[in-house]
């Protein structure tokens, strides 16, 4: 089967080998995806708006995928502070108010950067193409 793949240009993806997200047929799968945009932390201290970047970075994926925010059917979201959870639920719950993927949210003891206050991965299937 085809595999369609989504690259950020990040120094890692090579390193690391991995992509950004995937198609292979009707399913897409993103990596896990954090508040960054040009090497710098977006929304620094910010729960609420680093979840709304990172949710706008998965669309992006999605749509270059031929993919819409309503075909995602789970989320996860991995958070530094699960006492945020009103502030990351608040901008999940702006994107997928609508959609209802499951979701899944835990606690972490840190990410990649100290500054970042959560990470989310998603799934998607693409019916009726």
């Known amino acids: 089967m085809k595999r369609t793949r989504v690259f950020t240009g990040s120094p890692w993806e090579p390193v690391v080998g991995y992509c950004r997200a995937i198609r292979v047929g009707d399913r897409i799968e993103v990596a896990g995806t954090t508040a960054m945009k040009d090497g710098e ?14 949710l706008q970075l998965i669309e992006g ?15 996860r979201m991995f958070v530094t502070d699960i006492s945020l959870w009103e502030q ?9 108010r609508d959609v209802q993927p499951v979701a ?11 500054q970042l206050l959560i990470e989310i991965e998603v799934e998607a299937v693409v019916v009726g193409e």
């Open 88 to 96: 990351y639920g608040r901008a999940h719950g702006e994107y997928f």
């Open 61 to 75: 994926a999605l749509h270059e995928l031929g993919a819409q925010m309503s075909d995602v059917i789970r989320t």
């Open 104 to 114: 899944t949210m835990v606690e972490v003891k840190a990410l990649i950067d100290p």
């Open 41 to 54: 932390v977006v929304g620094v201290g910010d729960a609420y708006e680093q979840t709304r970047c990172i």
